[in-house]
């Protein structure tokens, strides 16, 4: 990375037992922690990269940027080596970067630091690299706000229509741009507040399909898309099916089959 006036960490090492701990020059905080039991693709995101309605994933890692956190799990078999299972790296903005963020820069940057980081503990403790080949911070995600829903072809697919035909308008979306090998969808009521109703995901990385693939069948299914599977999932914000316009909403099975269509239309995939 850019040289910087000042590394200094904690006294706990990578390896010992418990988070350890990195400053970057009053710029980061680096972490490593083990993941806790995550329901869903969009729960791992929760952890390993903070909760935000705008976060948006790292091209060719399995990790997540926003505005203040960015984080990445690390590979299975740096396990024992980092002193817990599913170890993931996480990075936290130390001061305010509000500028930054709105250009892209700051994502840049976060990502950057992300995976040169990660790149350097898989070398350190001899257990593979996240994305080999991929150079630090290509392609950073650009954040998304809420905007308006097209019921028939929301999140961007064509044929999506979560919502039930009686339905009124007024509904939001925010979605993660690039490919599907690890992508995401929220849905908002319109109200002041967007209360968010549901999340939709898609992920082709080898550790989230790993790690989720047995999740409650009822919302998650395989895809085949290029030869490798698809995890495509269906959820609601804390596992609440009421609330606030959640019965203009599709019932499940109706969602994860409608988005599982959308998905292979778009990415030419197949079932199982």
Known sequence: MEPRERYASEENGAADSGPAHCEVDDEFTLTIESLRSAGSVRGTADEVAAESPVRAPIPGVPGWVNRTYAGALLPADCADAL??????????????????????????????????????????HGCSGPAPGTPPGAGAPTLLEHEELDPARACGLEGFAPLRASADGGFRQAVTGGDLRLWSCVLAASDEDRHSLVHVAVTQEPALVAVHRADDQGRSTLLTCAGRPALVQVGHFSGRKEGRRRDALRPDADLLAGLADAVAGRAGCERG
């Open 83 to 124: 002193a817990g299972p599913t170890p993931y790296l996480r990075i936290q903005v130390t001061n305010d970067q509000e500028d930054t963020w709105r250009n892209g820069a700051l994502q840049q940057r976060m990502s950057a630091v992300l995976t040169t980081a990660a790149d350097r503990l898989t070398e350190t």
